[in-house]
Each structure stands twice: as structure tokens, then as C-alpha cells.
């Protein structure tokens, strides 16, 4: 009503402001509006300080909640919202009590992406302070967030010396959140993350990768699909720098893979498979070079085919 405002909404703003100076101490930290909420809280960049100026490394966004309850998705859209988010997502608890936060990775949301098809809906449970490990297998619905990746109190994050590690530890983790995120953005079904880590340490004993899932045709022609273009400029750097071995062969598997594009012969390749024509002596067309090492390479294949 006019001249008002619900006490739960505005004991969840404090811990949002609370959470926002927090993050603002590794970089920049954007409030979302709250008519604008659609599931985070904060929009947030890792910036490095080079002389007088902060650079922005990484960009991230978070949710806040105040207090270890799941944090739940309870339909297949939100849940495909959350998997899908182009950006790292960290889950922060905040402790008004005593102005302490948690912050918490989110690779469980790889590793149900990773088992398809994706749970109609999935449950993300914060952890204790301590020693972390990799994500256990339950149901594929309900996930431990197990330890946080970060824990501190608004005194402790002002110390430069805390700080400094506190950004190591969050880099460790955007790196983390940055790797699986091109395997979903590639249709790769897998993900990655440290074998074990301690609260405010960066992790160690290996990574565990974890490749549950069976791929399907489209997921197989999606993950094909996103190397096109490093393929054609890795055949054509190497190319370039006398690597022709290595050249030829990524040249070979770009012509299998993409020879029926519309647009092939506009790519930098053209340039390479000139060059090769004109050191082998094939020019009746941009491709013959490649296409007859091609076609002897099949020839060979099918004598291991028939053996």
C-alpha cells in the first residue's frame, strides 16, 4: 500500500546490497532492477588494475539468497534457463547477522545437461564451509552445491591481501564455468570441475571430467558445426607458418566436414588450397589438391574397412 512496503521484500534487498558492496570489491557489480528480475541479482566483471585503470578480465552474474535453502527450478523452462545462461552463475548466501557471505559455484547445472534429456526440474543445495568435492550423482534432481567456493565477512573482503586471493579463487572458478559453458554452447555432453577444493582455496587433486551422456545425430552435427571457422584458421595459420603436414590434414577434415556449405569457396582456405594446387600441380579448380588427397585417403580406408 502507499507509504509502505513488505518486510520480506526489504530484508531481501539488504542482503543484495550487502552482496553488491561484496562484489564490487572484485570489480564492477550491477543490481538488476527488481520489475526486471528474471532469476539473478547482480551483473557482475573480474577487472585487473593496470596502472590507474581496471580492465574487465571476466563478466558474471549471481543470485542472492539469505539464507542455505535450495534453490530451486521447478519447471523444464527454468531449468533449461539456467543450463543455457551464456554467462558463469554464482549462488551467494548472505549472513545479515553477521555480514558474511557464501559464495557458491553451479556446476551441478553441466552435469545434468550432461545426462539429456534434462530433468523436468532440479534442486541446488548449498553446503557447509570446509573441503569441497566434485559433483555426486544422486537422482539427477537434487544436487549438493557442496562447499563454497568462497566464504568472508564484509571486514575480511576490505583486507587487500584477503582480496587479492579471494579474486585468484573466483578466477579459478570463471575459468571452471567458462570451459563448460562452450561445451553446451558446442552440444558437447560433458563437463568438468575439480576432483576436490577447500572454501578460499583454489581446487586441486585433478579434474574430473564427466561424459554421461549419448549424443544424438543433431547433437553430433551442433558440436561439428562450432569449429568450423578455428578449423579453416588453423589449416590456413599453419599454412602460413610451413606447417604443411599439420595444414593438409585440418584442410582435409574442414573439406569433409563442410564441402557442401554454400559459402566454402569465399573462406581464407581458398587461399591455401590455391597455393597447394600450385605446389602440386593441380589447378583445374581451387580444390583438386585437397579433394584427390582426399579421395586417396578413402581409398585407403576402405582396404582397413575390407580387412
Not at 543490481?31 to 551483473?43: A, I, K, R, S
Not at 567456493?149 to 567458462?178: G, M, P, S
Not at 588453423?234 to 569433409?256: K, M, P
Amino acid at each position: 500500500m502507499p507509504g509502505s512496503t513488505s518486510a520480506n521484500f526489504h530484508e531481501g534487498s539488504r542482503s543484495e546490497y550487502l552482496a553488491q558492496y561484496a562484489f564490487a570489491s572484485f570489480g564492477t557489480a550491477v543490481p538488476v532492477p527488481h520489475q526486471e528480475d528474471t532469476g539473478l541479482d547482480l551483473y557482475c566483471t573480474l577487472t585487473e588494475r593496470i596502472g590507474q585503470q581496471i580492465w574487465p578480465r571476466a563478466y558474471f552474474s549471481v543470485q542472492v539468497k539469505s539464507d542455505t535453502s535450495s534453490w530451486r527450478f521447478s519447471s523444464p523452462g527454468s531449468v533449461r534457463w539456467l543450463i543455457e545462461n551464456p554467462l558463469p552463475v554464482f549462488l551467494c548466501v548472505v549472513n545479515k547477522q553477521d555480514a558474511s557471505l557464501q559464495i557458491f559455484h553451479t556446476c551441478p547445472r553441466f552435469y545434468a545437461w550432461s545426462l539429456p534429456p534434462l530433468p523436468n526440474s532440479l534442486e541446488l543445495n548449498p553446503g557447509t564451509r570446509g573441503e569441497g568435492e566434485c559433483v555426486q550423482w544422486k537422482d539427477g534432481i537434487s544436487f549438493s552445491l557442496s562447499a563454497p567456493i568462497l566464504a568472508f565477512t564484509i571486514t575480511e573482503i576490505q583486507n587487500d591481501a584477503f582480496k587479492e586471493q579471494a579474486k585468484d579463487v573466483l578466477k579459478y572458478w570463471l575459468d571452471v564455468e567458462e570451459q563448460n559453458l562452450r561445451r553446451v554452447k558446442s552440444g558437447i555432453l560433458g563437463c568438468s570441475m575439480p576432483y576436490k577444493y577447500k572454501t578460499n582455496q583454489k581446487g586441486d587433486g585433478g579434474i574430473v571430467f564427466h561424459r554421461t551422456g549419448y549424443p544424438s545425430a543433431e547433437d553430433t552435427k551442433r558440436a561439428i558445426s562450432s569449429v568450423e571457422v578455428q578449423l579453416g584458421w588453423i589449416a590456413e595459420t599453419l599454412f602460413l607458418n610451413g606447417d604443411i603436414g599439420g595444414a593438409v590434414r585440418a584442410a582435409l577434415l574442414h573439406r569433409y566436414w563442410f564441402k557442401d556449405d554454400d559459402d566454402y569457396r569465399a573462406r581464407a582456405l581458398t587461399r591455401m588450397n590455391m597455393a597447394l594446387g600450385d605446389k602440386l600441380g593441380k589447378k583445374n579448380y581451387v580444390f583438386q589438391a585437397i579433394d584427390e588427397l582426399g579421395a586417396s585417403l578413402d581409398k585407403a580406408l576402405e582396404k582397413v574397412g575390407q580387412g
